[in-house]
Structure formats: structure tokens, C-alpha cells
């Protein structure tokens, strides 16, 4: 099966790129096992001139990445931009800090000397997502190769051209060898790959599905692995928020990449003190995204990314409205080419309804009212993920309370949307996966935490 690239808003294919046979493959690996043998000997000044390379280079071509990504997912050019500074700003975090975070730790003991270096473990396999083609990677590569890994890089079957690119970008970089390779693998291939003796660990962000089975296949393999799945991201708005700051945090939260997003706000939990006002201001923005060519420069809401997204989507809604759900805004597929979905905002939200319990990836807002901030709580935990979630309140201690002791999420954010931090660790619970990428903890996560002893 092909790697297809296809525009989201023309519906034609711009390129198709051949999955890699076997054989290639297995050369990628072995080639990437003879590139960390010689990386993982080089000093942090190297590392971090590697990765400000990279970051250089994707500077100095920013304009070309972010078109590429909104050519192959449909994301709006502004926002391509942003991701592809993002990615710039991770590499170079990582290349200033890697060593403050990575340096050995003394630790007192009956020993002469005892402490705990960190080494890197080896060549690591990124399984990575659509969505975000260029920053999920780099989330994951900046601090693995800043460690002194080496990542192999599997993309979504729909991006290939993001993933290439970004290739180029780390072999831009000038380094003796490549740090990143790319690798067209089909599905059925993916469990062999995890299982090859050159791969030592495995990256996966993508459905909890999915990530199940690559947990499975590297537990058996007895490789550490890092899971990011789905999120259905809750948002508590208590009677005392801003709603000047809430609304167009929460828009933001919601529609941010047409609400393609794990960590997408995706269920709004309003007090029944502001929730009229609420639900007309947050339609009343809604209404006013513009949607459109994501090439446009004033363009908010681009296509979805693939047919088969926005037809599970509808069925969502559909579903949700057949169960009682109020439609406020949106709702119906519009007319014309290109795989849009406009933003919808429901009410008389269930528990039961698909667009409540599941993960709902595109820009559609369920608002459900409580009378409690305990209520509130109690129905934000009521979910199988835990990736995220909100708290919108004027009340910063009743705020950090609900975000540090009440809320089960990997990532509690009060009066901000959430969103991904080079500095802070990033991933989630329950099924949303475990492990986390980024910041101090997620650097250590690839790395071998070893005892070193001198009696």
C-alpha cells in the first residue's frame, strides 16, 4: 500500500511514495545501529550544535515546511508557520539543556563515591501522527537525539512528504551521519520492526487502539516504550471565570487545527450561573472562525484531513442528535470539494452520547451545564482518557487546587487552554497512554538510569 499525499482542500493527490520493502528496511535499521555506535560517543557541544543546526535549517526555510504540512493535512498556513517555529524552538531547547538535565546525580551512600549517570539506550522507533507531522516528530526526536539516541521515523500513511522533509532538515544539518531516517512502512511490517534487534525503544502518539497493540508487541520484546493516545480533554468553566479570557481561550482550545488535536478541548462543563451567557458568547465566536482555503492567510478553519475523518465525525453528531442533542451551530456537511466540517456546537449533552464518551477529532464543542464545582469534577474524571484538562476560574487557589489534586490528567491548565511546552513534560493517564516526551522527565524517559558504585 502506497503512502498517498493528498491535498485536503483540492481532494487531488499531489504525490505517492512506494512503502519500503523489506529489504530496504532493513537496511535503514542497521545503517541507524552503526550511526548511534558513533553518536552516542559524541560530547554535548556536538549534540547541541547538530540540533541547532536543524533548527537553522528549518528557519531558514520555514515558509516551504508550513506549506507542505497545509498541503498534506489541511492545516491553516498561520498555524503551519507556528508549528514549524515550535519544532525550531524544541531543537533548540533541548540543545541548550540536555546537559544540565542529563548530568550525573550524586547520591550519598556507604560507598567511597556512588552516583547515576544517564546513557542513551539506542535506536529509537517513532510511530508517529498526522495531525501534528512535523512537531509530534520533533517532540519526540529533539530530546531522544539530544541524549545521544538515533530515531527512526515512521509517519502517518497521509503525510510522507512532511516526514521526508523534515529528513532533509536533520540531514541540512551537516552532521558525518544521519540521525533520522525516515522509513515507508506498511502496517503489517510495524511489529517486525519493533521487534528487530537494532530498535531498543518505541514512540507511539496516535489512537488507544493502536497503541495497545504496540504496547503489547514491545512488552513481549521487553522494550520501553512511550504511549500519547486519545484525549477527551474537559473544560470546567466555574461561575466566578473571566468570560473575557474563558471564551476566546476556550475557541482557541477547541478549534485550534479545525480541532484536530489529542489535547483539543473536547467536553465543556459550564456552572448553570454563566452557562446562557456562556453558550452565546462561545456561539457567537464560533460563528464568526472563518473557514476556507487554509492557504489564505485569514483562514481559522481549514479542511480535515482525510474523507474518512469528517465521515466518522458527522457520525458523531448524528448519532449524538438522534439521542437528543441540540444542534446551535453547524452540524452539516457543506457543499463543494474539499473535507470540511463547519464548527458545531451541541447541547443536552448525555453521558451516553458519542460525542461526549468518545474522542471527537474535529471542531465540535458539547456543552454540558453543573450545578457544582464537585459536580464539575466528578463528570470531567467520569472518562477513560486522561490527557488533559481546563479550569477557568478568577479563584487561582480554588483553580490550583481542582488542576493539582482533583483533576486525573497528565496536564492541568488553569485560565490557558492546554497545549505542549518543550520545558514541561507532556502525556497522560488512563487511556491516554503513559510515558511522557519533553522537559526534564521526558528526556529520561530513553535513556538507561544507571548505578554507578565505588566502595
Known amino acids: 500500500m502506497p503512502f498517498i499525499a493528498r491535498n485536503p482542500y483540492t481532494e487531488e493527490v499531489i504525490r505517492e511514495y512506494p512503502a519500503h520493502e523489506r529489504e530496504s528496511i532493513e537496511a535503514r535499521l542497521v545503517t541507524a545501529r552503526l550511526a548511534f555506535l558513533r553518536w552516542r560517543e559524541t560530547t554535548f557541544t556536538e549534540r547541541a550544535r547538530a540540533l541547532d543546526a536543524v533548527a537553522d535549517a528549518l528557519r531558514e526555510d520555514l515558509d516551504h515546511y508550513a506549506r507542505l504540512i497545509t498541503q498534506e493535512m489541511g492545516k491553516p498556513i498561520k498555524q503551519a508557520r507556528a508549528e514549524v517555529e515550535k519544532c525550531a524552538r524544541a531543537l533548540n531547547y533541548f540543545a541548550e539543556h540536555a546537559e544540565r538535565m542529563l548530568s550525573p546525580v550524586e547520591v550519598e551512600t556507604d560507598a567511597r563515591k556512588s552516583y547515576v549517570v544517564f546513557q542513551p539506550l539506542g535506536v529509537l522507533l517513532a510511530i508517529m501522527p498526522w495531525n501534528f507531522p512535523m512537531w509530534q516528530a520533533v517532540r519526540f526526536a529533539a530530546p531522544a537525539i539530544a541524549a545521544g539516541n538515533v530515531v527512526v521515523l515512521k509517519p502517518a500513511p497521509n503525510t510522507p512528504m512532511c516526514a521526508l522533509a523534515l529528513q532533509e532538515a536533520f540531514d541540512a544539518a551537516a552532521f558525518d551521519y544521519p540521525l533520522l531516517y525516515t522509513v ?151 457543499e463543494g470539494k474539499g473535507y470540511f466540517y463547519p464548527p458545531t456546537v451541541l447541547t443536552n449533552i448525555s453521558p451516553e452520547m458519542p460525542v461526549w464518551k468518545e474522542e471527537t477529532f474535529g471542531p465540535v464543542a458539547p456543552i454540558f451545564p453543573v450545578n457544582s464545582r464537585y459536580e464539575a469534577v466528578q463528570i470531567a474524571n467520569a472518562s477513560s482518557y486522561g ?69
Open 184 to 334: 515507508l512502512a506498511e502496517v503489517e511490517v510495524i511489529p517486525d520492526i519493533i521487534r528487530h534487534p537494532a530498535i531498543a525503544g518505541v514512540g507511539f502518539t496516535g489512537s488507544t487502539r493502536a497503541g495497545r497493540e504496540v504496547a503489547r508487541i514491545a512488552g513481549e520484546s521487553l522494550k520501553k516504550c512511550v504511549l500519547e493516545l486519545g484525549g477527551s480533554d474537559p473544560a470546567i468553566i466555574l461561575p466566578d471565570a473571566n468570560l473575557d479570557i474563558a471564551i476566546p481561550q476556550c475557541v482557541q482550545g477547541r478549534y485550534q487545527n479545525s480541532g484536530q488535536s489529542c489535547i483539543a478541548i473536547k467536553r465543556f462543563i459550564v456552572d448553570t450561573l454563566i452557562y446562557d451567557e456562556f453558550l452565546e458568547r462561545f456561539i457567537e465566536q464560533s460563528r464568526l472562525l472563518r473557514m476556507g482555503d487554509p492557504m489564505d492567510e485569514e483562514v481559522e478553519i481549514g479542511p480535515l484531513a482525510r474523507a474518512d475523518l469528517r465521515e466518522n465525525l458527522h457520525r458523531q453528531v448524528e448519532e449524538s442528535v438522534q439521542m437528543g442533542a441540540v444542534v446551535h451551530l453547524g452540524g452539516k456537511i457543506p
Open 387 to 455: 490527557l488533559g484538562a481546563e479550569v477557568f476560574t478568577e479563584n487561582l487557589r480554588l483553580g490550583e487546587e481542582l488542576a493539582r489534586l482533583r483533576l486525573e490528567a497528565g496536564n492541568c491548565f488553569v485560565n490557558h487552554y492546554v497545549f505542549s511546552d518543550p520545558r514541561l513534560p507532556f502525556g497522560g493517564i488512563k487511556h491516554s497512554g503513559f510515558g511522557r516526551e519533553l522537559g526534564e522527565f521526558g528526556i529520561r524517559e530513553f535513556v538507561n538510569i544507571k548505578t554507578v558504585y565505588l566502595a
